[in-house]
């Protein structure tokens, strides 16, 4: 598989060295040195590109992928907001965009296990949820793709909730972008996102349930960046001949 990374910082790096190792070919590498460089025409010696840059870049890095018919794998956060706008010009162009707020396997399998435990706590009600996210301090937008996706999935299982909002980012990071929150109907609530940033922290979540008796808590935590760099390139590897916006959850159905 010819690979186009857009990203080299840690992440761009490691899937850079796992797709060497199995064989795969890096044919261009595009950061914040040659972007303004790089049009549609370099990419067609790629069969995809796997994006991880920064939130500002992600549109229109994904624009560039589609102008040049390359089917784009993102794993940048803090863009979402505009994914309707974008998925419009992915079926417009007859593209191909794969995203995922986190690309970890054991990270899609808690959401799947914390969405089966709302819905569960939902039928006896007197719980309230909540979700923390912790990361690394480099990670510069508040809250994390997999904190939102996370209170998105609980909140489509519990009748009180169907929102989200940061309720509190505990970070020595000044320039932390703040996410939008989703508006919450009438009547509804938004489940509370606390993010906190640290040194050296891949990424932890925590899905809490609690009620005047009991809690119920439910944790992932990555130990390092390989989770997720695997992930990347097996959705890259899935992705090419394919046409459309896909996610975690179209390739895991691959593996009923």
Do not use: C
Not at 15 to 31: P, R, S
Not at 188 to 214: C, M, N, W, Y
């Amino acid at each position: 598989m010819k690979i186009a990374l857009f990203g080299h910082g840690k992440m761009g790096r490691f899937i850079e060295g796992l797709a060497k190792t199995a064989g795969d070919d890096i044919v261009l590498i595009v950061d914040e040195n040659n972007r303004t460089s790089v049009k549609a025409t370099d990419l067609a010696v790629a069969d995809v590109i796997i994006e991880f840059t920064r939130p500002e870049s992600a549109i229109p890095n994904i624009e560039l992928a589609l102008e040049a018919g390359v089917p784009i794998v993102v794993g940048t956060t803090g863009w979402l907001a505009k994914l309707p706008e974008i998925s419009d010009k992915v079926d417009a162009s007859d593209g191909a965009l794969f995203w995922a707020s986190n690309f970890s396997i054991g990270v899609n399998v808690f959401f799947e296990v914390a969405a089966r435990a709302a819905a569960l706590a939902n039928q006896y009600g007197g719980y309230e949820a909540s979700v923390e996210e912790i990361h690394h301090v480099q990670k510069l937008d508040a809250p994390s793709g997999t904190g939102i996706t996370l209170a998105e999935e609980v909140a489509a299982q519990l009748d009180a909730y169907d929102s989200w909002a940061l309720s509190e980012v505990r970070s020595d990071v000044p320039q932390t972008k703040i996410a939008p929150a989703s508006a919450p109907k009438a009547g509804k609530l938004p489940v509370p996102i606390t993010s906190v940033r640290e040194p050296e922290v891949p990424g932890t979540h925590i899905f809490e349930l609690a009620s005047q008796v009991d809690t119920l808590s439910l944790k992932h935590t990555a130990h390092s960046r390989e989770g997720f760099a695997k992930g990347a390139l097996t959705a890259a590897r899935w992705l090419v001949g394919k046409r459309g916006v896909f996610t975690m959850k179209d390739l895991l159905k691959t593996k009923d």
